[in-house]
């Protein structure tokens, strides 16, 4: 059974920094994309980043230069690294793992960013960034 633990959220002020994590359990290989998603109260649930088994990551543009997500195969847990946030950061994040997520195209392959290409979710953790 997979699962998928969400940890590190809490409140910080704008300007601030947070590493939450994401420990998996349960897959048989490591070969399986992790992606964070969040979702702020009235809006729908938005892509933030994700990463495959050897590290290559997409994220989208509203967190590039601020964000990063990093991967330990060992200890079998994504970490996203906030810096710099806003009051706009503050959700709900979650993270999703699926082996099948993974778009390729013929030099590259890449993890979704698209919740519906994810089985795999995490209860979440809130991150609250104040003014």
């Known amino acids: 059974q997979v699962q998928l633990v969400e940890s590190g959220g809490g409140s910080v002020n704008s300007g601030g920094s947070m590493k939450l994590a994401c420990k998996v359990s349960?897959?048989?290989?490591?070969?399986?994309?992790v992606a964070w998603f969040r979702q702020a109260p009235g809006k729908e649930r938005e892509g933030v980043a994700a990463?495959?088994?050897?590290?290559?990551?997409s994220d989208t543009e509203f967190v590039a230069g601020r964000f990063s997500i990093s991967r330990d195969n060992d200890e079998n847990t994504v970490y996203l690294s906030m810096d710099k946030l806003e009051v706009e950061d503050t959700a709900m994040y979650y993270c999703a793992a699926d082996p099948g997520a993974s778009y390729c195209s013929k030099t590259l392959c890449f993890c979704s960013l698209v919740s519906k290409d994810y089985t795999n979710w995490g209860q979440g953790t809130q991150v609250t960034v104040s003014s």
């Open positions: 990463i495959d088994k050897d590290g290559f990551a």
């Open positions: 349960g897959f048989v290989s490591n070969d399986y994309c």
